[in-house]
């Protein structure tokens, strides 16, 4: 019966692509867009430029003339003070520190996430609420207690240091992402694991490893985006031979550009 | 407490002992990191230590001298101005933004991506490239004389009254991206069948967005306000970057002041006392937060 009221066209009705409406949403995207990509497009024409016709032209305009160079000298021959290797030891001391501190983290989180979220112990919660309000702790607050326990250690200006103060920093974040996934696991195949006789690390292993590829994923991009770019610890827990890129970056900038004294 | 209950079961402290020892790191960095060198520094920050930490009490002198030191002042009200100008433009543009791209557009990846790509860059990095864009002889303003407009001037990062508009310039740039994938993250949470009652109703979108869904989205934007918040309050590497604390002292940060009296000026006692300024305005923030978001689920 009600076909016969509907016999004709159905669905919403079609939209037109140029409606108004998409062209206000398009255009402010693309606007948008475009001023995002500035900054990148302004950092790769400067970089194929040499240094005279940065001083001239404007840092819109593409190169006159594309030369590498500047990439070659940025990277064997660049000056931090009496050292000039280049960014090639700052890149390669971030790699040093990246990759340590990474995997470290994210072992530690990862069980600590596991006990927490299948063991649980009496005061797991509280350390746990503890360790969460310490995620917003300014590091300023706790730098030079930190400074004096690394030196009391001996690894005080030692790449060492610097991954043990990575991993410690990047543990509340990682603890909360890996606690609240193991939590979604269905708790049947803990109970079956257990029932069977596997014990902590058995299931750990055996168990939530293979399962949780994705979070690891997830923890793995966050901390190397997080630990390659840091400046502050670096700055802090590493002699100058150590330092990693972003602040030898920072050194190498200011002292080329003249315009500022360096820190 | 830990002696073994004659019956022949372990005592309660090894019951579940693989799960304490594997704990072990988190309690360490809870209590000892967290806890106990906020605390050190707390304490050390009533000291006289120069040089070296000692336990030489002088009471609040370090926190006068503190408020009587222009270069903190001027922290402080760059740290508002900054945090201020971070917090309106970075939510409101990224919810913007986030509404834009919850139309079901084509190539939204590719938006998202675009926006999302600075988060993933080193301050230091948006600290020297919007250095030079902001320079006046090679950067924008050149640009926009060289089209004509001789007497156009926009120069912040070498006028102190504007310069920390230059800083919320770069930080947005690289935040905002941010806070629109949250925003977005929770748009899509949305259940559609409101979407139709509001459309029945007759109401235009843009009102649904700020009456209803806002709302709505109360929790994802407590979460992002937390998080952009407590970033705002660490701002270091791009301030040392772009401008280093320039021109004189006017764009000076409190984690800037913190560092360069603790390992520059040999003044770990001012270094102290500032962090524990730093660690107040957290608490103001988080407290509250922690106290609506934990608290009332306890009682409820």
């Known amino acids: ?263 | 407490m830990a002696k073994a209950n004659g019956s022949g079961r372990p005592s309660r402290l090894f019951r579940n002992l693989n799960a304490k020892i594997a704990a072990i790191p988190m309690i360490l960095t809870a209590m000892v990191v967290f806890v106990g060198f906020s605390l050190w520094t707390v304490v050390y920050s009533f000291t006289k230590s120069g040089l070296l930490p000692r336990l030489d009490f002088i009471g609040l002198t370090q926190y006068e001298r503190l408020w009587n030191n222009a270069k903190w002042l001027v922290s402080i009200q760059n740290l508002v101005i900054f945090g201020a100008c971070m917090l309106i433009f970075s939510f409101v543009i990224g919810f913007v933004l986030a509404c834009l791209l919850d139309q079901k557009i084509r190539f939204e990846g590719v938006f998202r991506t675009i926006l999302l790509y600075p988060f993933a860059l080193s301050f230091v990095v948006t600290g020297v490239v919007w250095q030079w864009i902001l320079n006046p002889d090679f950067g924008f303003q050149s640009i926009v004389r060289a089209t004509g407009w001789e007497s156009f001037t926009f120069d912040p990062l070498n006028n102190g009254k504007i310069v920390m508009f230059g800083v919320v310039i770069a930080a947005l740039w690289q935040g905002t991206g941010f806070v629109m994938v949250l925003l977005l993250a929770g748009l899509r949470g949305i259940d559609d069948e409101i979407w139709k009652a509001t459309r029945i109703d007759g109401v235009p979108a843009w009102k649904t967005y700020l009456f209803v869904v806002v709302p709505m989205l109360r929790p994802v934007f407590i979460t992002a306000l937390v998080i952009v918040t407590a970033g705002i309050v660490k701002v270091y590497d791009l301030v040392v970057a772009q401008t280093n604390g320039g021109p004189g002292i006017s764009s000076e940060v409190p984690a800037k002041y913190v560092y360069d009296q603790m390992f520059l000026n040999q003044n770990l006692g001012q270094g102290f006392a500032a962090s524990t300024m730093m660690l107040v305005t957290v608490a103001i923030i988080i407290i509250p937060w922690a106290y609506l978001e934990f608290g009332g689920r306890k009682r409820g």
């Open chain 1, 1 to 263: 019966m009600a076909d016969i009221a509907f016999s004709g066209p159905r669905g919403p009705k079609p939209r037109r692509r140029l409606s108004g409406r998409n062209i206000m949403i398009y255009g402010t995207l693309i606007v948008v867009a475009l001023y995002y990509l500035v900054p990148l497009y302004v950092m790769v024409m400067t970089s194929l430029k040499g240094l005279p016709e940065i001083r001239l032209g404007n840092i819109f305009s593409p190169p006159v003339e594309a030369t590498f160079e500047p990439w070659v000298k940025a990277w064997a021959e660049a000056c931090t003070g009496l050292n000039c290797e280049g960014l090639q030891r700052g890149f390669w001391n971030s790699v040093r520190i990246t990759v340590p501190s990474v995997l470290l983290s994210i072992l530690i989180a990862s069980i600590n996430g596991y006990a927490l979220a299948n063991w649980r112990f009496k005061g797991a919660e509280f350390f746990f609420a503890v360790l969460m309000i310490g995620a917003f702790i300014p590091y300023q607050v706790m730098i030079y207690p930190m400074v004096i326990l690394l030196r009391e250690l001996g690894l005080y200006g030692s790449l060492t240091g610097l991954v043990l103060v990575h991993t410690v920093f990047g543990m509340p974040i990682l603890t909360l992402l890996f606690r609240n996934y193991f939590a979604t696991l269905p708790e049947e195949l803990f109970k079956a694991a257990r029932v069977d006789g596997t014990g902590f690390w058995g299931i750990y292993f055996r168990i939530m490893l293979p399962l949780s590829l994705p979070i690891f994923v997830v923890a793995v991009i966050l901390q190397v985006t997080g630990i390659w770019n840091d400046f502050l610890f670096g700055v802090v827990y590493t002699k100058p031979e150590y330092y990693p890129m972003t602040v030898q970056l920072n050194n190498i900038v200011n002292t080329t550009t003249g315009a500022r004294n360096t820190m």
